[in-house]
């Protein structure tokens, strides 16, 4: 009988995910559960079944995903939307007969939601150096970190201690042009004076992170991890446009190992990495498959596969990554071939 997969709300990138699932080297066959709540979703269009995901707070949605898996008779739950809330209830969906795919327990989760929280967790541990930063919750908190950061010599950004890709990222400009900035900078700067303004308009606010500018390459590490061991790691360089490299680096693959060590995370997790002054410096760790991670796959590890394999069976052949390599994605046509209202 067919292994039953779910995959909630998740990335269009994880439509790859599902294409290297399905085409395993052991040519195993799964049954392929999506929903997510925009009916033009490209992952409702590659499942074997899907339906519209309602829009729920969190106590209703967590009964959603546990009353889905009762319905479907799921046996793998992926999740991507809520997983630190998710993590709260495993014995409740074990209790249904679903494994879900689950990095770690719930507290070291929400702590590595918090960006704030995450660096605490790596002030002691050698290898993995952290930018400058502060944590603040008021505007003159705010501006007092700005200004030591400044004073340092630092240019400084600021985004949400807790949050999701770049939302709500900026870096902060002493001096922008009104005109280059209406037409010609990009929309994530910010000047000083318009961040105090705005700030201010608030009493309190949830935490920020004020912390220095890294302005060098930027690197996602893609992890593999099971029973405490770190099976795999790509460490995946943004050159330039949609160009990646997979490139043999030591010295990120030393943070890696680093991070793993510190966290004992499994299955699929990701390590952002950012330069400055050619130094590696930690940025943030996605306790899940990182939306690039099909790129990754080029190296010749099946992330998906093998992490869903140890899930199921607690064993896995992991090939050595093939790595200095340059990759890059084309568009391609999908058919819209099932409609929702």
């Known amino acids: 009988m067919k292994k039953r997969l779910w995959f909630n709300r998740t990335f269009a990138t994880a439509y790859p995910i ?3 699932i399905r085409n395993n080297p052991d040519n195993i066959a799964f049954e392929i559960f999506v929903t997510h709540p925009k009916r033009h979703s490209v992952m409702l269009q590659i499942a074997d079944y899907a339906e519209l995901e309602p829009t729920l707070d969190v106590p209703q949605y967590i009964d959603y995903c546990l009353s889905f898996c009762q319905k479907h008779k799921i046996d793998v739950f992926l999740p991507n939307y809520r997983l630190v809330e998710i993590s709260q209830h495993i014995e409740e969906f074990e209790r249904l007969g679903t494994q879900v795919m689950i990095a770690q327990e719930h ?3 929400k702590d590595i939601s918090d960006k704030g929280k995450l660096f605490q967790l790596f002030h ?3 290898g993995v150096p952290l930018p400058a930063y502060q944590i603040v919750n008021t505007a003159e908190q705010f501006q007092s970190a700005y200004e030591q950061l400044k004073q340092n010599g630092d240019k400084v950004c600021f985004k949400p201690a807790r949050g999701e890709g770049g939302a709500g990222f900026y870096v902060v400009e002493d001096q922008l042009d009104p005109f280059d900035r209406l037409f010609r900078s990009t929309h994530y ?3 000083p ?3 105090l303004r705005v700030l201010s308009t608030r009493e309190t606010f949830d935490d920020i992170m004020v912390m220095e500018y890294l302005d060098q390459y930027e ?3 893609d992890c593999l991890a099971y029973g ?3 099976l795999a790691a790509v460490p995946r360089k943004k050159v330039e446009g949609r160009i990646r490299k997979l490139e043999h680096n030591e010295e990120l693959l030393s943070i890696a190992e680093a991070v793993q060590q510190r966290l004992q995370l499994s299955y699929l997790y990701n390590v952002q990495i950012k330069y400055k002054d050619n130094v590696p410096k930690l940025l943030e760790i996605n306790p899940r498959a990182s939306g690039g991670m099909y790129a990754s796959c080029r190296s010749g590890v099946n992330f998906p ?3 869903l394999k140890l899930l199921l069976t607690g064993k896995a052949d992991v090939p050595v990554p093939k790595l200095d390599i340059l990759t890059t994605h084309v568009e391609r046509e999908i058919e819209l071939v099932r409609f929702f209202e």
């Open 18 to 20: 599902v294409e290297m």
């Open 107 to 109: 507290q070291l989760l």
């Open 124 to 126: 002691d541990v050698p």
């Open 189 to 191: 700067q910010i000047t």
């Open 228 to 230: 405490g061991q770190l």
């Open 193 to 195: 004076e318009e961040a």
């Open 305 to 307: 596969y093998l992490a």
């Open 219 to 221: 690197y996602s590490i």
